[in-house]
Protein backbone atom coordinates (compact mmCIF):
# COMPACT_ATOMS: atom_id res chain seq x y z
CA UNK A 1 0.00 0.00 0.00
CA UNK A 2 1.43 3.24 -0.68
CA UNK A 3 2.36 4.64 2.34
CA UNK A 4 4.85 7.83 2.87
CA UNK A 5 7.97 6.41 2.19
CA UNK A 6 10.16 7.73 5.34
CA UNK A 7 13.99 7.09 4.67
CA UNK A 8 15.46 3.98 6.41
CA UNK A 9 18.63 4.02 7.82
CA UNK A 10 21.46 2.18 5.87
CA UNK A 11 24.08 1.79 8.54
CA UNK A 12 23.82 2.35 12.43
CA UNK A 13 27.39 2.87 13.89
CA UNK A 14 30.15 4.56 16.49
CA UNK A 15 30.87 8.13 15.64
CA UNK A 16 33.12 7.90 18.71
CA UNK A 17 33.02 6.23 21.44
CA UNK A 18 30.13 6.95 23.42
CA UNK A 19 27.90 8.89 20.77
CA UNK A 20 25.90 6.91 17.81
CA UNK A 21 26.18 8.06 14.19
CA UNK A 22 23.25 6.84 11.34
CA UNK A 23 23.76 6.78 7.86
CA UNK A 24 20.59 7.40 6.61
CA UNK A 25 19.48 6.63 2.43
CA UNK A 26 18.61 9.85 1.71
CA UNK A 27 22.50 10.92 2.15
CA UNK A 28 21.98 12.76 5.27
CA UNK A 29 24.41 11.36 7.57
CA UNK A 30 23.43 11.89 11.73
CA UNK A 31 25.42 12.14 14.89
CA UNK A 32 23.29 11.43 17.99
CA UNK A 33 25.23 12.39 21.25
CA UNK A 34 24.58 9.46 23.84
CA UNK A 35 22.73 11.34 26.49
CA UNK A 36 20.62 13.36 24.31
CA UNK A 37 19.41 9.78 22.67
CA UNK A 38 18.90 8.28 26.30
CA UNK A 39 16.71 11.41 27.46
CA UNK A 40 14.64 10.81 24.57
CA UNK A 41 13.73 6.99 25.38
CA UNK A 42 9.95 6.60 24.25
CA UNK A 43 9.53 3.89 26.76
CA UNK A 44 6.58 3.80 28.67
CA UNK A 45 8.52 4.23 32.13
CA UNK A 46 10.23 7.16 30.49
CA UNK A 47 7.40 8.66 28.95
CA UNK A 48 3.81 7.87 30.39
CA UNK A 49 1.46 6.71 28.18
CA UNK A 50 -1.61 8.09 27.96
CA UNK A 51 -0.90 11.78 28.10
CA UNK A 52 2.81 11.81 26.42
CA UNK A 53 4.34 13.57 29.58
CA UNK A 54 8.13 12.95 30.16
CA UNK A 55 8.54 11.03 33.35
CA UNK A 56 12.51 10.34 33.08
CA UNK A 57 14.20 12.89 35.37
CA UNK A 58 17.36 14.28 33.77
CA UNK A 59 19.19 14.56 36.74
CA UNK A 60 18.27 10.62 36.88
CA UNK A 61 20.25 10.02 34.13
CA UNK A 62 24.43 9.47 34.74
CA UNK A 63 26.17 12.33 32.23
CA UNK A 64 28.31 9.41 31.11
CA UNK A 65 25.76 7.30 29.89
CA UNK A 66 26.31 5.48 26.58
CA UNK A 67 24.97 2.67 24.57
CA UNK A 68 26.43 -0.74 25.20
CA UNK A 69 24.81 -2.46 22.09
CA UNK A 70 22.50 -1.79 19.79
CA UNK A 71 20.23 -3.96 18.12
CA UNK A 72 17.42 -4.00 14.98
CA UNK A 73 13.57 -4.69 16.03
CA UNK A 74 11.73 -6.32 13.29
CA UNK A 75 12.40 -3.92 9.92
CA UNK A 76 11.32 -0.43 11.98
CA UNK A 77 13.11 -0.05 14.80
CA UNK A 78 16.17 -0.41 16.78
CA UNK A 79 16.87 -1.37 20.32
CA UNK A 80 19.46 -0.32 22.69
CA UNK A 81 21.16 -1.30 25.82
CA UNK A 82 22.03 1.06 27.97
CA UNK A 83 25.25 1.54 30.23
CA UNK A 84 22.91 2.31 32.89
CA UNK A 85 20.99 -1.02 32.39
CA UNK A 86 17.94 0.85 31.02
CA UNK A 87 16.72 -1.24 27.53
CA UNK A 88 13.03 -1.18 27.57
CA UNK A 89 13.10 1.90 24.34
CA UNK A 90 12.17 1.37 21.10
CA UNK A 91 13.58 4.04 18.56
CA UNK A 92 12.03 3.48 15.29
CA UNK A 93 13.30 5.17 12.19
CA UNK A 94 10.46 7.72 12.28
CA UNK A 95 11.50 8.52 15.83
CA UNK A 96 15.57 9.20 15.16
CA UNK A 97 14.83 10.69 12.12
CA UNK A 98 12.06 13.06 13.47
CA UNK A 99 15.07 14.08 15.97
CA UNK A 100 17.57 14.29 13.40
CA UNK A 101 15.96 17.76 12.76
CA UNK A 102 16.47 19.27 16.13
CA UNK A 103 20.03 18.26 16.62
CA UNK A 104 23.19 20.59 16.00
CA UNK A 105 25.73 18.76 14.59
CA UNK A 106 24.03 17.02 11.47
CA UNK A 107 25.35 17.03 7.98
CA UNK A 108 24.15 16.25 4.90
CA UNK A 109 26.18 13.93 2.21
CA UNK A 110 24.72 13.62 -1.05
CA UNK B 1 30.50 -33.11 -26.06
CA UNK B 2 28.17 -29.94 -24.21
CA UNK B 3 29.97 -27.85 -21.91
CA UNK B 4 29.07 -26.64 -18.30
CA UNK B 5 29.36 -23.15 -19.81
CA UNK B 6 26.81 -24.38 -22.67
CA UNK B 7 24.24 -25.67 -20.24
CA UNK B 8 24.51 -22.76 -17.85
CA UNK B 9 23.96 -19.86 -20.95
CA UNK B 10 20.93 -22.18 -22.20
CA UNK B 11 19.44 -22.13 -18.86
CA UNK B 12 19.49 -18.43 -18.37
CA UNK B 13 16.73 -18.43 -20.72
CA UNK B 14 14.61 -19.59 -18.29
CA UNK B 15 13.08 -16.68 -15.98
CA UNK B 16 11.32 -17.26 -12.79
CA UNK B 17 7.68 -15.60 -13.44
CA UNK B 18 7.49 -14.42 -9.89
CA UNK B 19 10.98 -13.38 -9.06
CA UNK B 20 11.78 -12.19 -12.78
CA UNK B 21 15.60 -13.43 -13.12
CA UNK B 22 16.54 -16.37 -14.55
CA UNK B 23 17.39 -19.44 -12.55
CA UNK B 24 20.73 -19.20 -12.59
CA UNK B 25 20.86 -15.76 -11.57
CA UNK B 26 18.53 -16.99 -9.20
CA UNK B 27 21.09 -19.61 -7.96
CA UNK B 28 18.30 -22.73 -8.55
CA UNK B 29 20.67 -24.57 -10.61
CA UNK B 30 22.55 -26.93 -8.96
CA UNK B 31 25.21 -30.25 -9.48
CA UNK B 32 25.48 -29.97 -13.24
CA UNK B 33 26.68 -33.50 -14.58
CA UNK B 34 27.60 -34.29 -18.38
CA UNK B 35 28.41 -37.26 -19.55
CA UNK B 36 28.76 -37.78 -23.21
CA UNK B 37 25.68 -36.31 -24.33
CA UNK B 38 23.45 -36.61 -21.68
CA UNK B 39 22.92 -33.93 -18.97
CA UNK B 40 22.01 -34.39 -15.61
CA UNK B 41 20.90 -31.02 -12.88
CA UNK B 42 19.45 -30.54 -10.12
CA UNK B 43 17.21 -27.18 -9.75
CA UNK B 44 17.05 -26.28 -6.16
CA UNK B 45 13.80 -23.88 -5.83
CA UNK B 46 12.65 -21.61 -2.55
CA UNK B 47 9.81 -23.79 -1.94
CA UNK B 48 8.68 -26.75 -2.57
CA UNK B 49 5.04 -25.50 -2.64
CA UNK B 50 6.05 -23.23 -6.04
CA UNK B 51 3.26 -22.76 -7.81
CA UNK B 52 5.36 -22.92 -11.65
CA UNK B 53 7.50 -25.80 -10.46
CA UNK B 54 6.34 -28.10 -13.58
CA UNK B 55 6.56 -25.14 -15.80
CA UNK B 56 9.89 -24.12 -14.65
CA UNK B 57 11.15 -27.82 -15.04
CA UNK B 58 9.73 -28.22 -18.66
CA UNK B 59 11.47 -25.00 -19.47
CA UNK B 60 14.86 -26.30 -17.88
CA UNK B 61 14.24 -29.81 -20.06
CA UNK B 62 13.74 -27.99 -22.95
CA UNK B 63 16.66 -25.40 -23.25
CA UNK B 64 19.20 -28.16 -22.24
CA UNK B 65 17.67 -30.58 -25.36
CA UNK B 66 18.29 -27.39 -27.58
CA UNK B 67 22.17 -27.36 -27.39
CA UNK B 68 23.85 -29.18 -29.91
CA UNK B 69 24.97 -32.72 -28.87
CA UNK B 70 22.78 -33.33 -26.41
CA UNK B 71 20.62 -35.95 -26.63
CA UNK B 72 19.46 -37.08 -22.60
CA UNK B 73 18.43 -34.43 -20.05
CA UNK B 74 17.62 -35.18 -16.85
CA UNK B 75 16.44 -32.35 -14.42
CA UNK B 76 15.65 -33.09 -10.79
CA UNK B 77 13.51 -30.87 -8.80
CA UNK B 78 14.44 -30.07 -5.28
CA UNK B 79 13.59 -27.05 -3.50
CA UNK B 80 15.29 -25.07 0.01
CA UNK B 81 13.22 -22.59 1.30
CA UNK B 82 15.67 -19.44 2.35
CA UNK B 83 15.09 -17.58 5.56
CA UNK B 84 13.82 -13.92 5.93
CA UNK B 85 16.94 -11.89 5.66
CA UNK B 86 15.71 -9.95 8.79
CA UNK B 87 15.82 -13.00 10.41
CA UNK B 88 18.69 -14.45 9.75
CA UNK B 89 20.58 -12.04 12.16
CA UNK B 90 18.24 -12.88 14.74
CA UNK B 91 18.52 -15.69 17.04
CA UNK B 92 14.84 -15.15 18.64
CA UNK B 93 13.53 -18.09 17.02
CA UNK B 94 16.35 -20.59 15.83
CA UNK B 95 15.34 -22.90 13.20
CA UNK B 96 12.52 -20.91 12.18
CA UNK B 97 13.06 -19.23 8.58
CA UNK B 98 9.87 -17.28 7.84
CA UNK B 99 7.26 -16.48 10.17
CA UNK B 100 3.95 -15.62 8.54
CA UNK B 101 0.78 -14.36 10.72
CA UNK B 102 -2.61 -14.64 9.31
CA UNK B 103 -5.02 -11.49 10.29
CA UNK B 104 -8.24 -9.75 9.94
CA UNK B 105 -9.60 -6.53 11.19
CA UNK B 106 -12.71 -8.38 12.83
CA UNK B 107 -13.70 -11.88 14.10
CA UNK B 108 -15.16 -14.80 12.43
CA UNK B 109 -14.15 -14.52 9.20
CA UNK B 110 -12.36 -18.09 9.13
CA UNK B 111 -9.03 -17.18 10.18
CA UNK B 112 -8.19 -19.93 12.15
CA UNK B 113 -9.63 -22.56 9.09
CA UNK B 114 -7.81 -20.70 6.76
CA UNK B 115 -4.62 -20.81 9.02
CA UNK B 116 -4.67 -24.45 9.93
CA UNK B 117 -5.40 -25.74 5.86
CA UNK B 118 -2.73 -23.69 4.63
CA UNK B 119 -0.41 -25.09 7.11
CA UNK B 120 -1.59 -28.75 6.15
CA UNK B 121 -1.35 -27.75 2.76
CA UNK B 122 1.83 -26.64 3.00
CA UNK B 123 3.18 -29.46 4.74
CA UNK B 124 1.95 -31.94 1.95
CA UNK B 125 4.17 -29.99 -0.92
CA UNK B 126 6.94 -31.52 1.30
CA UNK B 127 7.96 -28.07 3.24
CA UNK B 128 8.15 -27.71 7.27
CA UNK B 129 5.00 -26.51 8.76
CA UNK B 130 4.88 -25.12 12.22
CA UNK B 131 1.61 -23.27 13.51
CA UNK B 132 1.10 -21.23 16.10
CA UNK B 133 -2.60 -20.75 17.85
CA UNK B 134 -1.94 -17.02 19.45
CA UNK B 135 -5.57 -16.48 19.48
CA UNK B 136 -5.67 -16.54 23.39
CA UNK B 137 -9.08 -15.07 23.71
CA UNK B 138 -10.29 -17.91 21.64
CA UNK B 139 -7.91 -20.51 20.93
CA UNK B 140 -9.90 -23.37 17.91
CA UNK B 141 -6.68 -24.83 16.49
CA UNK B 142 -6.76 -27.80 18.83
CA UNK B 143 -10.26 -28.36 17.18
CA UNK B 144 -9.57 -27.31 14.22
CA UNK B 145 -6.44 -29.92 14.37
CA UNK B 146 -8.31 -32.75 15.84
CA UNK B 147 -5.65 -32.59 18.91
CA UNK B 148 -6.52 -33.85 22.52
CA UNK B 149 -2.81 -34.27 24.22
CA UNK B 150 -1.30 -32.10 26.13
CA UNK B 151 2.38 -31.14 24.75
CA UNK B 152 5.38 -32.02 26.79
CA UNK B 153 8.55 -30.71 27.99
CA UNK B 154 11.62 -31.41 26.08
CA UNK B 155 14.97 -30.27 26.93
CA UNK B 156 15.00 -27.24 25.49
CA UNK B 157 11.45 -26.26 25.52
CA UNK B 158 7.87 -27.70 25.03
CA UNK B 159 7.76 -29.88 22.29
CA UNK B 160 4.76 -28.73 19.78
CA UNK B 161 2.03 -32.15 19.17
CA UNK B 162 2.28 -32.85 15.54
CA UNK B 163 -1.17 -33.23 13.61
CA UNK B 164 -1.39 -33.71 9.85
CA UNK B 165 2.55 -32.98 9.20
CA UNK B 166 2.26 -29.62 11.23
CA UNK B 167 3.96 -28.82 14.45
CA UNK B 168 1.01 -27.01 16.27
CA UNK B 169 1.42 -25.05 19.27
CA UNK B 170 -1.22 -23.34 21.07
CA UNK B 171 -2.80 -21.18 23.64
CA UNK B 172 -5.33 -23.94 23.90
CA UNK B 173 -2.43 -26.11 25.08
CA UNK B 174 -2.79 -24.22 28.57
CA UNK B 175 -6.01 -23.17 29.14
CA UNK B 176 -8.74 -25.62 30.91
CA UNK B 177 -11.91 -25.67 29.27
CA UNK B 178 -14.38 -22.82 29.99
CA UNK B 179 -11.68 -20.66 31.53
CA UNK B 180 -11.99 -17.31 31.13
CA UNK B 181 -9.00 -15.32 30.16
CA UNK B 182 -8.30 -11.93 30.95
CA UNK B 183 -5.20 -10.65 29.44
CA UNK B 184 -3.28 -7.43 29.88
CA UNK B 185 -0.17 -5.94 27.34
CA UNK B 186 2.60 -7.26 29.53
CA UNK B 187 0.74 -11.15 30.00
CA UNK B 188 0.52 -11.25 26.28
CA UNK B 189 4.09 -10.15 25.64
CA UNK B 190 5.51 -12.47 27.78
CA UNK B 191 3.58 -15.50 26.62
CA UNK B 192 4.43 -14.66 22.90
CA UNK B 193 7.87 -14.90 23.99
CA UNK B 194 7.32 -17.98 25.39
CA UNK B 195 5.96 -19.15 22.32
CA UNK B 196 8.50 -18.15 20.21
CA UNK B 197 11.44 -18.80 22.37
CA UNK B 198 9.98 -21.94 24.61
CA UNK B 199 9.37 -24.24 21.64
CA UNK B 200 11.34 -26.70 20.38
CA UNK B 201 10.19 -26.02 16.86
CA UNK B 202 13.59 -27.48 15.16
CA UNK B 203 13.86 -26.68 11.74
CA UNK B 204 10.78 -24.72 10.10
CA UNK B 205 10.52 -23.33 7.05
CA UNK B 206 6.78 -21.39 7.49
CA UNK B 207 5.51 -20.97 11.21
CA UNK B 208 1.96 -19.77 10.31
CA UNK B 209 0.39 -17.94 13.37
CA UNK B 210 -3.48 -17.45 13.53
CA UNK B 211 -3.47 -14.23 15.15
CA UNK B 212 -6.39 -13.13 17.18
CA UNK B 213 -8.90 -10.58 15.72
CA UNK B 214 -8.51 -7.16 15.50
CA UNK B 215 -5.19 -5.07 16.31
CA UNK B 216 -4.10 -5.37 19.72
CA UNK B 217 -1.35 -6.04 22.13
CA UNK B 218 -0.04 -9.50 20.70
CA UNK B 219 -0.25 -7.57 17.21
CA UNK B 220 2.10 -5.50 18.64
CA UNK B 221 4.17 -8.03 20.54
CA UNK B 222 4.87 -10.27 17.83
CA UNK B 223 5.64 -7.21 14.93
CA UNK B 224 8.05 -5.78 17.85
CA UNK B 225 9.49 -9.15 18.69
CA UNK B 226 10.42 -10.90 15.58
CA UNK B 227 11.12 -10.25 12.10
CA UNK B 228 8.10 -11.13 10.12
CA UNK B 229 8.28 -12.84 6.66
CA UNK B 230 4.54 -10.59 5.97
CA UNK B 231 1.62 -11.20 6.79
CA UNK B 232 -1.70 -12.56 5.25
CA UNK B 233 -5.05 -10.80 6.19
CA UNK B 234 -8.45 -12.89 5.54
CA UNK B 235 -11.24 -11.06 4.92
CA UNK B 236 -15.12 -11.65 3.45
CA UNK B 237 -16.08 -10.53 0.18
CA UNK B 238 -18.60 -7.93 2.00
CA UNK B 239 -17.73 -3.99 1.95
CA UNK B 240 -17.62 -3.37 5.09
CA UNK B 241 -15.63 -6.38 6.32
CA UNK B 242 -13.09 -5.24 3.47
CA UNK B 243 -13.47 -1.61 5.16
CA UNK B 244 -12.15 -3.57 8.24
CA UNK B 245 -9.46 -5.76 6.82
CA UNK B 246 -8.57 -2.14 6.00
CA UNK B 247 -7.85 -1.49 9.02
CA UNK B 248 -5.63 -4.45 9.68
CA UNK B 249 -3.68 -3.50 6.55
CA UNK B 250 -2.66 0.14 7.80
CA UNK B 251 -1.75 -1.50 11.36
CA UNK B 252 0.87 -3.76 9.68
CA UNK B 253 1.83 -0.78 7.78
CA UNK B 254 2.48 1.12 10.77
CA UNK B 255 4.89 -2.20 12.41
CA UNK B 256 6.82 -1.91 8.82
CA UNK B 257 5.02 -5.55 8.38
CA UNK B 258 4.85 -6.30 4.72
CA UNK B 259 1.48 -7.91 3.73
CA UNK B 260 1.99 -10.72 1.55
CA UNK B 261 -1.35 -10.99 0.44
CA UNK B 262 -5.57 -10.65 0.65
CA UNK B 263 -7.46 -13.64 0.86
CA UNK B 264 -11.17 -13.98 0.36
CA UNK B 265 -12.91 -16.52 2.75
CA UNK B 266 -16.66 -17.58 2.13
CA UNK B 267 -16.32 -15.81 -1.17
CA UNK B 268 -19.16 -17.66 -3.00
CA UNK B 269 -21.00 -20.96 -2.70
CA UNK B 270 -21.00 -24.19 -4.46
CA UNK B 271 -24.06 -26.30 -4.43
CA UNK B 272 -23.32 -29.70 -2.76
CA UNK B 273 -26.17 -31.31 -4.94
CA UNK B 274 -25.83 -29.73 -8.55
CA UNK B 275 -22.17 -28.11 -8.08
CA UNK B 276 -23.33 -24.60 -9.79
CA UNK B 277 -21.66 -22.03 -8.61
CA UNK B 278 -23.61 -19.26 -6.86
CA UNK B 279 -22.27 -15.58 -5.45
CA UNK B 280 -24.19 -14.89 -2.34
CA UNK B 281 -22.55 -12.12 -2.08
CA UNK B 282 -20.64 -9.47 -3.81
CA UNK B 283 -17.68 -12.23 -4.81
CA UNK B 284 -14.80 -10.57 -5.85
CA UNK B 285 -14.64 -7.87 -3.07
CA UNK B 286 -11.35 -8.58 -1.51
CA UNK B 287 -9.84 -8.88 -5.29
CA UNK B 288 -10.50 -5.04 -5.83
CA UNK B 289 -9.69 -4.00 -2.55
CA UNK B 290 -6.19 -5.90 -3.07
CA UNK B 291 -6.17 -3.95 -6.11
CA UNK B 292 -6.48 -0.83 -4.49
CA UNK B 293 -4.40 -1.07 -2.11
CA UNK B 294 -2.03 -1.91 -4.00
CA UNK B 295 -1.55 -5.47 -3.06
CA UNK B 296 -1.03 -9.59 -4.11
CA UNK B 297 -4.76 -11.23 -4.17
CA UNK B 298 -3.82 -14.67 -3.14
CA UNK B 299 -6.94 -16.38 -3.60
CA UNK B 300 -11.08 -16.97 -2.67
CA UNK B 301 -12.63 -19.90 -0.73
CA UNK B 302 -15.68 -20.46 -1.59
CA UNK B 303 -18.43 -20.87 1.69
CA UNK B 304 -19.02 -25.01 1.89
CA UNK B 305 -20.59 -26.23 4.99
CA UNK B 306 -17.82 -29.39 4.45
CA UNK B 307 -15.52 -27.08 5.56
CA UNK B 308 -17.40 -26.19 8.69
CA UNK B 309 -18.00 -29.94 9.32
CA UNK B 310 -14.68 -30.65 8.39
CA UNK B 311 -13.47 -28.52 10.63
CA UNK B 312 -15.15 -29.03 13.88
CA UNK B 313 -14.49 -32.90 13.96
CA UNK B 314 -10.87 -32.19 13.56
CA UNK B 315 -10.55 -33.20 10.15
CA UNK B 316 -8.93 -29.92 7.90
CA UNK B 317 -10.46 -29.84 4.70
CA UNK B 318 -7.30 -30.32 2.81
CA UNK B 319 -6.92 -34.01 4.31
CA UNK B 320 -10.39 -35.57 4.58
CA UNK B 321 -11.88 -34.03 0.96
CA UNK B 322 -8.74 -32.93 -1.09
CA UNK B 323 -10.54 -32.99 -4.42
CA UNK B 324 -13.52 -30.53 -2.83
CA UNK B 325 -13.45 -27.09 -4.57
CA UNK B 326 -12.67 -25.25 -0.78
CA UNK B 327 -9.56 -27.54 -0.65
CA UNK B 328 -8.39 -26.72 -3.85
CA UNK B 329 -8.42 -23.27 -3.26
CA UNK B 330 -6.60 -23.68 -0.36
CA UNK B 331 -3.56 -25.56 -2.41
CA UNK B 332 -3.48 -22.76 -4.39
CA UNK B 333 -3.42 -20.28 -1.92
CA UNK B 334 -0.73 -22.17 -0.17
CA UNK B 335 1.19 -21.99 -3.57
CA UNK B 336 0.61 -18.57 -3.70
CA UNK B 337 1.68 -17.32 -0.01
CA UNK B 338 4.96 -19.29 -0.43
CA UNK B 339 5.15 -17.66 -3.47
CA UNK B 340 4.98 -14.22 -2.02
CA UNK B 341 7.42 -14.64 0.70
CA UNK B 342 10.04 -16.16 -1.90
CA UNK B 343 9.52 -12.99 -3.42
CA UNK B 344 9.99 -11.08 -0.51
CA UNK B 345 12.89 -12.96 0.19
CA UNK B 346 14.15 -12.49 -3.24
CA UNK B 347 13.83 -8.64 -3.03
CA UNK B 348 14.80 -8.20 0.51
CA UNK B 349 18.48 -10.01 -0.76
CA UNK B 350 18.73 -7.63 -3.58
CA UNK B 351 18.02 -4.47 -1.37
CA UNK B 352 20.69 -3.60 1.69
CA UNK B 353 20.11 -4.36 5.28
CA UNK B 354 20.43 -1.84 7.88
CA UNK B 355 23.96 -2.12 9.13
CA UNK B 356 24.68 -2.01 12.39
CA UNK B 357 28.04 -2.29 14.20
CA UNK B 358 27.70 -1.13 17.81
N1 LIG C 1 -15.57 -20.94 3.83
C1 LIG C 1 -16.33 -21.37 4.84
N2 LIG C 1 -17.47 -22.03 4.64
C2 LIG C 1 -18.24 -22.44 5.68
N3 LIG C 1 -17.94 -22.24 6.96
C3 LIG C 1 -16.79 -21.60 7.23
C4 LIG C 1 -15.93 -21.12 6.20
N4 LIG C 1 -14.85 -20.52 6.78
C5 LIG C 1 -15.07 -20.61 8.11
N5 LIG C 1 -16.22 -21.26 8.39
C6 LIG C 1 -16.79 -21.50 9.71
O1 LIG C 1 -17.03 -20.24 10.31
C7 LIG C 1 -16.76 -20.27 11.69
C8 LIG C 1 -15.69 -19.22 12.02
O2 LIG C 1 -14.46 -19.60 11.42
P1 LIG C 1 -13.07 -19.45 12.18
O3 LIG C 1 -13.17 -19.93 13.57
O4 LIG C 1 -12.03 -20.06 11.31
O5 LIG C 1 -12.99 -17.87 12.13
P2 LIG C 1 -11.98 -16.90 12.89
O6 LIG C 1 -11.80 -15.71 12.03
O7 LIG C 1 -10.76 -17.63 13.30
O8 LIG C 1 -12.85 -16.56 14.15
P3 LIG C 1 -12.36 -15.89 15.53
O9 LIG C 1 -12.38 -14.44 15.28
O10 LIG C 1 -13.40 -16.35 16.50
O11 LIG C 1 -10.99 -16.42 15.83
C9 LIG C 1 -16.32 -21.68 11.99
O12 LIG C 1 -17.43 -22.40 12.45
C10 LIG C 1 -15.86 -22.21 10.65
O13 LIG C 1 -15.97 -23.61 10.54
MG1 LIG D 1 -9.93 -17.95 15.23
Not at chain 1, 84 to 97: A, F, P, V
Not at chain 2, 96 to 120: D, H, L, Q
Not at chain 2, 136 to 160: L, Q
Amino acid sequence: MATPQIPTPVEIGRANQHDVKIRWNDGREIIYPARRLRLACPCAACVEEMTGRRMLVESAVPAEVHPLSIHAVGRYAIQILWSDGHQTGIYTWERLYEMAGQLPNSKIER
Amino acid sequence: MPTEDQVLQALRQVIDPDLHRDIVTLGFVKDVAICEGAVKITLELTTPACPVKDRLKEEAEQAIRSIPGVDQVNVKMDAQVRPTLAQMGSMMIPGVRNVVPIGSGKGGVGKSTVSANIAVALAQTGARVGLMDADVYGPSIPTIMGITDAPKPGEKGIIPIEAYGVKVISMGFFLKPDQAVVWRGPMLTKMIDQFLGGVEWGEIDYLIVDLPPGTGDIHLSLCQRIPLSGAAIVSTPQDVALQVAQKAVIMFNQLKTPILGLIENMSYFVCPHCGQRENIFDTGGARRAAGRMNLPFLGEIPLATRLRETSDSGRPIVVSDPKSPAAVAFQQIARALAAQVSIRNAEETAAEPVKITF
